[in-house]
């Protein structure tokens, strides 16, 4: 295995993902251009995730992730979190939205908020969320900046667990990239996104096998 000719390094590889009876249910939180709720959105039409994806909630007004929602026909909502006093608020609010939808999991695909543990107690082991780097290297907002900064000439990304540590949680699967000389943010950010949309669906798929195994040891 090697990633010298420009190739990704992903693991762990799984070819097929598992089917889930009854579908896996999602909600998805995003305040971007949607890239990556548009390739879980993919992944379940292509029938290589098992799952039907609930609702999207939004925080920013004019997201892209919103006109995603509106191709796809997904319910859709936005929340503007300038509205909401304390953090808590917002993420009572969440939880009542995605209990209204059903939801068992949730995957943080580009949310930018730091979410409390009123939310991250409600669903236990079960929000993921993907994040630009090969964690625990370069955690927080500016994940590519620091990447290029620090000269590290291997970098990915990165589907986990949420935990209230930001950035910090039990690791599903990596993608790790090259960074050439000629690499900037624009064109690592291009490469950096294409491998999150490869490894995002597999992410969920490990993480539902084990939400479904509780939920069955809990009978
Ligand atoms: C992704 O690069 C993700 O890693 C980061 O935010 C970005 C969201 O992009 N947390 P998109 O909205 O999914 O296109």
Redesign the pocket.
């Known amino acids: 295995m090697n990633i010298d000719s420009g190739k990704s390094l992903i693991f762990p590889k799984i070819d097929k993902l598992p089917s889930f009876k009854p579908k896996l249910r999602l909600g998805v939180l ?10 879980i959105v993919k992944s379940t039409l292509d029938k290589k995730l098992d799952a039907n994806i609930q609702c999207l909630i939004v925080n920013k007004k004019n ?3 919103i006109e995603k929602a509106k191709h796809y026909k997904i319910p859709f909502h936005y929340l503007d979190h300038s509205s909401f006093k304390y953090r808590e608020d917002l993420d009572n609010e969440i939880i009542r939205l995605l209990q209204i939808y059903d939801v068992e999991g949730i995957v ?5 908020r730091i979410v409390s543990s009123v939310l991250i107690n409600k669903y236990p082991e079960r929000i993921i ?4 780097s090969l964690l625990p290297s370069f955690k927080g907002k500016d ?1 590519l900046t620091q990447a290029l900064d620090h000269g590290v000439t291997i970098t990915g ?1 990165t589907v986990h667990i949420v935990k209230e540590e930001v950035d910090a949680g039990p690791i599903l699967i990596q993608s790790a990239i090259p960074i050439h000389k000629k690499d900037n943010e624009n064109s690592l ?1 291009k490469k ?2 294409e491998e ?1 949309h490869k490894i995002l669906s597999t992410g969920i798929a490990l993480a539902a096998i084990k939400w479904r195994n509780i939920a069955k040891d809990n009978k």
């Open positions: 995003a305040s971007g251009k949607g890239s990556n709720f548009e390739a997201c892209g992730a943080m695909a580009g949310w930018m969320n993907i994040h630009p994940a990304c950010l950096i996104q999150e």
